[in-house]
């Protein structure tokens, strides 16, 4: 097959043609064996038989009535099944044969006969099961003939019909094997690939080109995008790790110098200024470390995690409690989880009096909320909390903390996507801000 392969379109625009033409190929072939096997003389002995009922009607409207009787023994000593009936009759055949079988129904439909010459009133109608005419006489009666079922189609396989249907049902499942084969499953591929932007950017093996020329490309311009990325970001790294070194050379300076100021009141302000340059330096270098990239996960109690937590702030003098279960186990990276826990309780105690760490089991995953008596966060500012850099001191600054640098939420919300999570902001009553860390899905279970 792969010899084969080589042979054929690459492009989805040649397939496409070429799958085009296979279909009427075969829609040509199946008509030509449908019209061999089954002789291809019906037809023209549809429209004998018709003309035929139509004539004996005819004679019937010429004679008088009284001869009636007479016309329709010798009809039937020529060898003809003909009864004499009226309009009621025919609807009530026509009545049965609508409420009929939904086999029948569906093959009048689809492989209904073709009649060219029968004249207006005149119907084909199923009597006893069997194939009848009806040829109307005059305003009450009619003529029904019983043609021989051997030589008269009611479903006929070789009308335009069947080619219509056959057409539809080729063309359907052709193009239906091709989208599955040739676009759908490489797109599917693709998206599992993609749908772990972390897993994608770590593997080192590229994706693999397949299927049509326009999935490869596409497939190839996502492989040069990550490396560009990754490249681009580790040349960031680099970078800011070496400006963080070198700048903390002079400030080790600065600081010193400082120190030999006689002026208290300058110096303390010089020191403090070089004290927030290094801790920005030092939050930086947190928030662009891969620890947690290397840290292997484990199954961890959470529940005694978030105890110790509590109880070390509590140790400080802190107004802080769990509340939840004595026992909870989940699949963690137990260094990044407690510094994402430890950086939500910080953020808590600095901008209110009081927080509660809460744990929750809820049936199908966990949940975390860190919930403080602060003044809480803007509802309209919420969504902008976990980008790098962003802060809100003026709207929670009640205890007039100390500015951070905005990077503790972003560092939280990288840990808890590493685990499968996310994180939202809601209001905490009376006051206050609650922060969710939900859990659907043990990420690290299958690995651990």
């Known amino acids: 097959m792969t010899w084969l392969r080589r042979f054929l379109p690459t492009t989805i625009r040649t397939q496409m043609v070429l799958l085009i033409v296979v279909a009427i190929i075969v829609v040509v072939k199946a008509g030509s064996l449908l019209e061999n096997l089954e002789g291809g003389e019906y037809s023209d002995d549809n429209d004998v038989t018709v003309a035929r009922a139509e004539t004996v009607a005819a004679l019937f409207a010429q004679t008088p009535p009284e001869d009636h009787a007479a016309l329709l023994a010798g009809a039937r000593r020529a060898g003809m099944d003909i009864a004499l009936t009226d309009q009621r009759h025919f609807e009530s055949l026509a009545e049965a044969e609508r409420t009929g079988g939904f086999l029948s129904r569906m093959l009048s439909l689809?492989?209904?006969?073709?009649?060219?010459?029968?004249?207006?009133?005149?119907?084909?109608?199923?009597?006893?099961?069997?194939?009848?005419?009806?040829?109307?006489?005059?305003?009450?009666?009619?003529?029904?003939?019983?043609?021989?079922?051997?030589?008269f189609v009611v479903h006929d396989f070789t009308s335009r019909y069947t080619y219509y249907f056959i057409s539809f049902v080729t063309f359907v499942t052709l193009f239906s094997v091709f989208g599955i084969r040739a676009?759908?499953?490489?797109?599917?591929?693709?998206?599992?690939?993609?749908?772990?932007?972390?897993?994608?950017?770590?593997?080192?093996?590229?994706?693999?080109?397949?299927?049509?020329?326009?999935?490869?490309?596409?497939?190839?311009?996502l492989n040069e995008l990550k490396f560009r990325i990754r490249a681009m970001?580790?040349?960031?790294?680099?970078?800011?790790?070496?400006?963080?070194?070198?700048?903390?050379?002079?400030?080790?300076?600065?600081?010193?110098?400082?120190?030999?100021?006689?002026?208290?009141?300058?110096?303390d302000q010089i020191v403090a200024d070089v004290g927030n340059v290094d801790k920005l330096i030092n939050a930086t270098l947190d928030y662009i470390r891969n620890d947690r990239d290397t840290e292997q996960p484990e199954r961890t109690d959470l529940a005694s995690m978030l105890e110790t937590i509590v109880a070390d702030y509590s140790d400080l003098g802190s107004d802080i409690t769990y509340d939840g279960p004595p026992r909870l186990i989940w699949t963690v990276k137990p260094n990044a989880f407690q510094r994402a826990i430890v950086n939500l309780c910080d953020n808590g105690l600095k901008f209110g009096s009081a927080v509660v760490v809460a744990l929750r089991d809820t049936g199908t995953g966990v949940k975390i909320e860190i919930r403080d008596n602060g003044p809480g966060v803007p509802e309209t500012s919420r969504g902008r909390l976990i980008e790098p850099f962003f802060k809100l001191d003026d709207a929670?600054?009640?205890?007039?903390?100390?500015?951070?640098?905005?990077?503790?939420?972003?560092?939280?919300?990288?840990?808890?996507?590493?685990h499968g999570g996310t994180v939202s902001f809601h209001d905490n009553e009376p006051h206050g801000l609650v922060v969710a860390l939900t859990f659907t899905d043990d990420a690290f279970a299958s690995s651990s």
């Open 110 to 151: 689809l492989f209904s006969a073709e009649y060219h010459d029968m004249s207006p009133g005149t119907e084909i109608v199923l009597h006893d099961g069997s194939p009848a005419i009806f040829v109307p006489i005059t305003q009450q009666n009619a003529l029904l003939y019983m043609p021989d079922a051997s030589t």
């Open 183 to 221: 676009i759908t499953a490489p797109l599917r591929n693709l998206m599992r690939e993609l749908a772990s932007t972390k897993a994608f950017l770590d593997n080192d093996a590229p994706l693999k080109a397949q299927s049509s020329r326009e999935i490869a490309d596409l497939t190839n311009v």
């Open 233 to 267: 970001m580790a040349g960031q790294t680099r970078m800011l790790r070496a400006v963080s070194h070198d700048l903390r050379t002079p400030l080790t300076r600065i600081r010193l110098r400082s120190e030999r100021i006689e002026n208290a009141e300058l110096r």
């Open 396 to 418: 929670r600054s009640e205890k007039n903390a100390p500015s951070g640098f905005g990077l503790g939420l972003s560092i939280v919300d990288d840990i808890v996507r590493d």
